[in-house]
């Protein structure tokens, strides 16, 4: 019964709530089997190769609160720090160098960064590396910095909704956060044409199966071009620090699913998957990812864009941290690519 759903799924690319609820609630019994069609949906689409992004930790100032984050505003026991352009651009001058050509420059919502310093910031990047792909997860703008910052170049955006239920996103979030705000960025983004990123926690307080089987049909509804999933990992400084983490076997379960759904996505095998279980990249990639976005920050911010606790990767450098990279993911019986890892259109 399992298996066919599973091969109605490949093949249709869609389940009713129903049918994603009996699998996920039964995830035991066919995750060996959705994992092996999800590798081989992912090898058909891409072949055997694995993207890499260079992430850089623009900042840890945030604006927000939300209660899950090492970030949040209210986090007094951080040291705050924010890159210049010029070691933001540094940071892309050795990753360039080490055969990155997408950047990811991810922070807290600081407003330190305005659209005047983006697009120029942009702009540079651009110049430098006209072959690279840019890619921003900066959180929640309005529809006009949206466009500048698309018009100076940005290619992608990451703009993770957390849940797409409206009640658990508000036990997520202090109340002056609007889920519906969230929505509208993301459609924002997609009629200015950039390529866009969605995710979600597994394993968040408060989240039941059903509410992953309402992401999946999220997902089938937005259809974006990147997923980002990775499991829940408390912070010790945040008001769910004593909350029990997620799993990686659910992660990589949902990360197969997600692939089954939506062919030709471009889905991380994340960090939070490595810090859950130190073989959580390869399972990863075994269960249907096909990217890896290893750090380019400098070390001092590294070990202080802390979401979550114990954090992989914090003091390697970034040539010893993709070298390790590489021998692990040949393990899977895939490798890794210098390429700008576009998402593809067509099957």
């Known amino acids: 019964m399992y ?47 694995v993207y890499i992004r260079g992430l850089i930790e ?3 100032y945030c604006k927000n609160d939300c209660y899950y984050c090492g970030i949040r505003r209210s986090n007094k026991n951080i040291q705050r720090y924010r890159l210049s352009a010029d070691e933001i651009l540094s940071c892309c001058d050795e990753g360039y160098k080490l055969g990155f050509r997408t950047f990811v420059l991810q922070g807290g919502e600081d407003n330190y960064y305005t659209d005047d310093f983006l697009y120029e910031l942009i702009k540079d990047i651009k110049r430098r ?38 009640e ?11 889920f519906f705000n969230r929505l509208a960025c993301i459609e924002n983004l ?18 039941t199966e059903e509410d992953l089987a309402d992401e999946m049909l999220f997902l089938m509804q937005v259809k974006p071009h ?15 620090c004593d909350f029990e983490s997620g799993r990686a076997e659910l992660t990589t379960f949902m990360l197969s699913l997600i692939r089954l759904t939506l062919p030709n996505v471009l889905l991380p095998a994340t960090t939070a998957l490595g810090t859950i279980d130190m073989d959580g990249r390869e399972k990863g990639i075994l269960a249907g990812a096909n990217v890896l976005m290893p750090n380019l920050s ?4 590294k070990k202080n864009y802390l979401l979550y ?36 259109n067509e099957l």
């Open 298 to 301: 400098p070390s001092f911010a």
């Open 226 to 240: 990147m997923v980002g999933i990775g499991p829940f990992i408390s912070h010790k400084d945040t008001p769910f």
């Open 129 to 166: 590396y006209p072959e690279c792909a840019v890619t921003l997860s900066l959180g929640e703008r309005s529809y006009n910095s949206y466009k500048a910052l698309k018009e100076a170049g940005a290619d992608r955006y990451l703009l993770r909704h957390e849940t797409a239920n409206f």
């Open 58 to 60: 623009v900042s840890n």
């Open 309 to 344: 606790d114990n954090k992989i990767c914090t003091g390697d450098e970034a040539a010893m941290c993709i070298e390790c990279l590489k021998q692990r993911i040949k393990k899977t019986g895939c490798e890794i690519t210098v390429s700008r890892g576009d998402y593809k």
């Open 3 to 49: 298996n066919e759903l599973i091969d109605k799924l490949e093949k249709e690319h869609t389940l009713s709530k129903k049918e994603y609820l009996t699998l996920i609630n039964n995830r035991e019994k066919c995750q060996e089997y959705l994992t092996q069609r999800a590798f081989a949906v992912r090898n058909k689409v891409f072949g055997n190769k």
């Open 190 to 207: 997609k009629a200015l044409g950039y390529q866009v990123g969605v995710g979600f926690m597994v394993g968040s307080p408060y989240q």
């Open 168 to 178: 658990h996103y508000s036990r997520l979030h202090p109340k002056e956060m609007d």
